[in-house]
Structures are given as structure tokens and as C-alpha cells.
């Protein structure tokens, strides 16, 4: 069985923060979905279009700006 944790502590700290980020990022969809659908009162398909059309678009966007880091440089020109 493979170990869990990183050897190295740069890698550690980039585990920790990944694992931070997907249970923020869980919990805030969850609490998203749920806020909308009883709270605001939309109904639960136009929520989910709602969500998956903002996923795509960050998909698409994520791209776009992963390709201009690449060109320009993460940190831009100065």
C-alpha cells in the first residue's frame, strides 16, 4: 500500500492545499445546491443547468488563461 502522505514537505503542503480546496469546494456546491433549491426556491433542473453551464465555462476559461500564462508567463512581463 502506498503511503499517504508526501515524502517532501513542498509536496506535503500542495497535498494539504488540494485537499483544503475539494472539501471547500464540495461543501460550497453542496450548500449551493441546497440553498438554491430551498431557500431561493428555483427548481433542481434549472440549478443544475445553471451549475453545469458555469463548469463548463470555467472549464473553457481555465484553458484560455492556461495558455496565456504559458505565452506571456505566469507573472506577466514587467
Known amino acids: 500500500m502506498p ?6 514537505r513542498p509536496r506535503r503542503a500542495l497535498a494539504a492545499s488540494n485537499f483544503v480546496n475539494a472539501v471547500g469546494s464540495g461543501l460550497f456546491l453542496t ?3 441546497l440553498y438554491f433549491t430551498q431557500a431561493v426556491r428555483l427548481p433542481a433542473a434549472t440549478v443544475g443547468l445553471g451549475l453545469g453551464i458555469a463548469g463548463l465555462l470555467s472549464l473553457a476559461v481555465g484553458i484560455a ?14
Open 65 to 78: 488563461v492556461g495558455h496565456l500564462a504559458d505565452r506571456r508567463g505566469a507573472r506577466g512581463s514587467t
Open 31 to 33: 450548500a449551493g445546491v
Open 3 to 8: 503511503r499517504l502522505l508526501p515524502d517532501t
